[in-house]
């Protein structure tokens, strides 16, 4: 133990002693142990495995858009199957853009773009043949933070039309903002990517069909009468 002129004393070594603390009129005997490694493990704040205990398990996601030195991240979808609400606050807070690679697709998430960080994304896109074309769907249904932007590659990029599917009509509805293979959705649900114009393709040709007959009726009632006059 060493002592300073103003009475403070530091252990130099682990140990155990005994100090007598007096203020010129009581003296009391104080048994101090010197302990470096309990003292290291306290000033540390470890866990007690190793970890220090206010270090958290960083996101990989967040700690790939916090370390990039560019301002778009290209990742795979394997390394980002899901953009969480941390990874959402990162890329806006940091004005950044994400690119997670699919099979087939890619979403682009932009951070001036992103609205409500509390929506955490499924990067998982399934494409299942139809009747049409092949379905597919969107963050499983659930809301999406803004605006994500999937580009279709590969076979899918074949495809000229998509259509979301709108539950309250039972219908599928047409989206005109799809150019280059691109999409900017902001609605999650079930989407369809197809070649055929299904307006058209949907329509009702009961009314076209009674129409022709309708017509049928009226040529043949004019060629009936046109025949009494050609007879007089």
Do not use: C
């Not at 017509?215 to 025949?227: E, H, L, R």
């Amino acid at each position: 133990m060493a002592k300073d002129g103003s009475g403070v004393i530091t252990g130099v070594s682990t140990g155990a002693t005994s100090v007598i603390v007096s203020n010129g009129t009581v003296s009391s005997s104080v048994t101090v142990i010197v302990n470096r490694t309990a003292s290291a493990s306290s000033d540390g704040d470890n866990s007690g495995d190793g970890t220090p205990a206010d270090e958290t398990p960083t996101d990989p996601v967040v700690a790939a858009i916090e370390n990039a030195a560019s301002d778009t991240v290209a990742l795979s979808q394997q390394e980002a199957p899901v953009v969480s609400s941390d990874a959402l606050n990162a890329l806006r807070a940091n004005n950044k853009t994400l690119v997670v690679n699919g099979d087939g697709y890619s979403l682009r998430f932009v951070g001036s773009s992103i609205k409500n960080t509390s929506a955490p994304v499924d990067t998982a896109l399934t494409f299942t043949p139809s009747e049409h074309g092949v379905n597919f769907v969107l963050n499983n249904g659930e809301a999406l933070p803004g605006t994500v932007e999937i580009t279709f590659t590969g076979d899918y990029a074949a495809y000229s039309r998509i259509y979301l599917y709108n539950t309250v009509a039972s219908k599928w509805q047409f989206l005109n903002a799809f150019k280059d293979n691109t999409l900017g959705a902001d609605t999650a649900g079930e989407y369809l990517l197809t070649t055929e114009n299904l307006r058209f393709a949907e329509m009702d040709w009961t009314f076209f069909i009674a129409g022709g007959f309708v017509m049928v009726g009226i040529v043949v009632a004019y060629i009936v009468v046109k025949k009494r006059y050609w007879f007089w």
